[in-house]
């Protein structure tokens, strides 16, 4: 008789070691032994839990284009099907006697006049096999489930982060290069001013670039403002689960980019008149609605007013505006000798504040990891069954919240206390330049400027007021000296 060998291992077995030759020997001492003539052999490697089955299709094609009756010769049932899926396509082969199975380790061959316990038999070895499949998958399942509670990444990391293996652990860190310059690009685009398009530019200009090396397109942007990952949670299958990463931003600034990509934050001006400077600027200070410059006679810059069933609205000169920046700009001015003393003082304090952040944060890490201990112990408990389902997840999601609540705080105070003097220091350096650097005639450092001194333009009726950001309100009211020291 014909016969067709069959033999497969899958493809974790093979990783351990287990070969196809070592099986395909069997089956050909089997057939010698037997009187058989191999016209075929076909290997598998495979996964056992998933996947359609090319290969054993094409090999049931091969028998049925045979004139007369195979045998199917396979070391053990579980070699030949992994389900009961494939048994009527080889019923159906046995019972026209086309096909004949034989399982050599398990010394079994069924043919067209196999009586019922030999089927029996045969379909008892197709269930353990099936069953088998389950628990494998049944394992990764839970090994997935448990990656997804202790808050482990499952998948690649997002630009700013790397993917590594720390002590045999596959985890996530801050790209040292990268990860800051991503916090940079949630913090610009929160404060509204910027679309997701010139986000973009500006990612290509401070060097951030794709794994790839490509610049970040405008959608790739859109994805990476979306990513829940940033601020402490990861997505999958559209659930939101805490993650064991470290944090690049806070939650606050995450809803704040939010709420902006959503349309639900009006502070943006999107349509921005190019040569206007004060477009954007100008509010009503009893609505809020916004006033947008015109040019009248080709010359004089005019305010034109929105329209509002509350409030009187009139079309009004900018010229008020002008005056008030162009006084507050000297005033800013305190000549290279006493900035310098500013920036020394301030220094010092922001050497202090960073001494006294390193020990906070020590602090808080701490207290991180004795939470993380007690997840683990709770995690233990409820698998030696000591506590219920409901008790263990109400647990462990308040100690995860406790976890995010800490790492949001230290985020924060990175942020706060890091960029705190250093901000200051700036703002000296630019008030130090700022009122020579508004007469240039560079439109975009001249909007920069107002928008940094400046929160709000606003109209009273016709009368026109300008509020000043700290600290540079501090600096034109009371000087600096007795504020910062110095
Ligand atoms: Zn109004």
Redesign the pocket.
């Given at each position: 008789m014909h016969a067709v060998l069959l033999a497969r291992v899958s493809s974790k077995e093979q990783e351990d070691g287990h070969s196809l030759v070592a099986q395909l020997d069997r089956l050909h001492a089997y057939c010698l032994r037997k009187n058989l003539d191999i016209i075929q052999e076909f290997t598998l490697v495979e996964s056992s839990t998933r996947g359609e089955r090319p290969e054993f299709q094409k090999m049931i094609a091969y028998i049925k284009k045979q004139s007369g009756k195979v045998a199917l010769v396979c070391d053990k049932v579980d070699r030949l099907q992994r389900s009961f899926r494939e048994v009527p396509i080889l019923e159906q082969l046995r019972k026209s006697d086309k096909l004949a199975l034989h399982f050599v380790s398990e010394n079994q061959i069924l043919d067209s006049g196999a009586n019922n316990s030999q089927i029996m038999a045969y379909q008892i070895f197709v269930m353990m096999a099936e069953n088998y499949t389950n628990c494998i998958s049944d394992n990764v399942k839970r090994s997935f489930e448990k990656k997804i509670r202790e808050g482990t990444i499952l998948t690649c990391a997002p630009i700013g982060y790397l993917n590594t293996t720390i002590n045999g652990v596959r985890t996530a860190i801050i790209d040292p290069e990268r990860g800051h310059k991503v916090r940079m690009l949630f913090e610009n685009y929160a404060t509204g001013n910027i679309s997701i398009r010139q986000l973009a530019d500006y990612a290509t200009e401070i060097g951030l670039k794709t794994r790839r090396n490509k610049p970040i397109s405008p959608s790739q942007m859109h994805l990476i403002l979306c990513n829940p990952f940033y601020y402490g949670e990861m997505k999958i299958k559209g659930k939101l689960y805490p993650h064991c990463h470290d944090r690049l931003i806070t939650k606050e600034i995450f809803d704040l980019c939010d709420k902006i990509r959503s349309g639900k934050y009006n502070n943006v001006s999107r349509k921005k008149k190019k040569d206007m400077l004060l477009s954007g600027f100008v509010?009503?200070?009893?609505?809020?609605?916004s006033y947008s410059p015109y040019l009248a006679k080709g010359r004089y810059v005019f305010l034109k007013?929105?329209k509002?069933d509350?409030?009187?609205?009139y079309h009004v000169s900018a010229a008020p505006f002008m005056k008030q920046i162009n006084e507050i700009l000297p005033a800013l001015y305190f000549g290279p000798s006493r900035s310098g003393q500013m920036i020394k003082g301030l220094q010092e304090k922001q050497t202090k504040a960073i001494l006294k952040k390193d020990r906070y944060i020590a602090t808080q890490n701490e207290t991180l990891s004795k939470l993380a201990i007690k997840k683990s112990r709770l995690t233990e408990l409820y698998l030696d069954q000591g506590i219920s389902r409901d008790e263990y997840d109400t647990i462990i999601n308040d100690i995860s919240k406790q976890q995010q609540e800490i790492r949001d705080q230290m985020v924060r105070t990175d942020d706060r206390i890091g960029t705190f003097y250093a901000n200051l220091i700036k703002c000296v350096k630019i008030a130090e330049i700022s009122h020579f650097l508004f007469k240039s005639s560079n439109f975009c450092l001249k909007r920069l400027i107002l928008k940094l001194i400046s929160s709000n333009l606003f109209?009273d009726n016709k009368n026109a007021s300008l509020s000043i950001r700290y600290p540079f309100i501090d600096m034109v009211q009371k000087g600096c000296r007795q504020i910062w020291g110095g």
């Amino acid at each position: 008789m014909h016969a067709v060998l069959l033999a497969r291992v899958s493809s974790k077995e093979q990783e351990d070691g287990h070969s196809l030759v070592a099986q395909l020997d069997r089956l050909h001492a089997y057939c010698l032994r037997k009187n058989l003539d191999i016209i075929q052999e076909f290997t598998l490697v495979e996964s056992s839990t998933r996947g359609e089955r090319p290969e054993f299709q094409k090999m049931i094609a091969y028998i049925k284009k045979q004139s007369g009756k195979v045998a199917l010769v396979c070391d053990k049932v579980d070699r030949l099907q992994r389900s009961f899926r494939e048994v009527p396509i080889l019923e159906q082969l046995r019972k026209s006697d086309k096909l004949a199975l034989h399982f050599v380790s398990e010394n079994q061959i069924l043919d067209s006049g196999a009586n019922n316990s030999q089927i029996m038999a045969y379909q008892i070895f197709v269930m353990m096999a099936e069953n088998y499949t389950n628990c494998i998958s049944d394992n990764v399942k839970r090994s997935f489930e448990k990656k997804i509670r202790e808050g482990t990444i499952l998948t690649c990391a997002p630009i700013g982060y790397l993917n590594t293996t720390i002590n045999g652990v596959r985890t996530a860190i801050i790209d040292p290069e990268r990860g800051h310059k991503v916090r940079m690009l949630f913090e610009n685009y929160a404060t509204g001013n910027i679309s997701i398009r010139q986000l973009a530019d500006y990612a290509t200009e401070i060097g951030l670039k794709t794994r790839r090396n490509k610049p970040i397109s405008p959608s790739q942007m859109h994805l990476i403002l979306c990513n829940p990952f940033y601020y402490g949670e990861m997505k999958i299958k559209g659930k939101l689960y805490p993650h064991c990463h470290d944090r690049l931003i806070t939650k606050e600034i995450f809803d704040l980019c939010d709420k902006i990509r959503s349309g639900k934050y009006n502070n943006v001006s999107r349509k921005k008149k190019k040569d206007m400077l004060l477009s954007g600027f100008v509010h009503c200070v009893h609505c809020g609605k916004s006033y947008s410059p015109y040019l009248a006679k080709g010359r004089y810059v005019f305010l034109k007013p929105p329209k509002s069933d509350t409030c009187r609205h009139y079309h009004v000169s900018a010229a008020p505006f002008m005056k008030q920046i162009n006084e507050i700009l000297p005033a800013l001015y305190f000549g290279p000798s006493r900035s310098g003393q500013m920036i020394k003082g301030l220094q010092e304090k922001q050497t202090k504040a960073i001494l006294k952040k390193d020990r906070y944060i020590a602090t808080q890490n701490e207290t991180l990891s004795k939470l993380a201990i007690k997840k683990s112990r709770l995690t233990e408990l409820y698998l030696d069954q000591g506590i219920s389902r409901d008790e263990y997840d109400t647990i462990i999601n308040d100690i995860s919240k406790q976890q995010q609540e800490i790492r949001d705080q230290m985020v924060r105070t990175d942020d706060r206390i890091g960029t705190f003097y250093a901000n200051l220091i700036k703002c000296v350096k630019i008030a130090e330049i700022s009122h020579f650097l508004f007469k240039s005639s560079n439109f975009c450092l001249k909007r920069l400027i107002l928008k940094l001194i400046s929160s709000n333009l606003f109209l009273d009726n016709k009368n026109a007021s300008l509020s000043i950001r700290y600290p540079f309100i501090d600096m034109v009211q009371k000087g600096c000296r007795q504020i910062w020291g110095g």
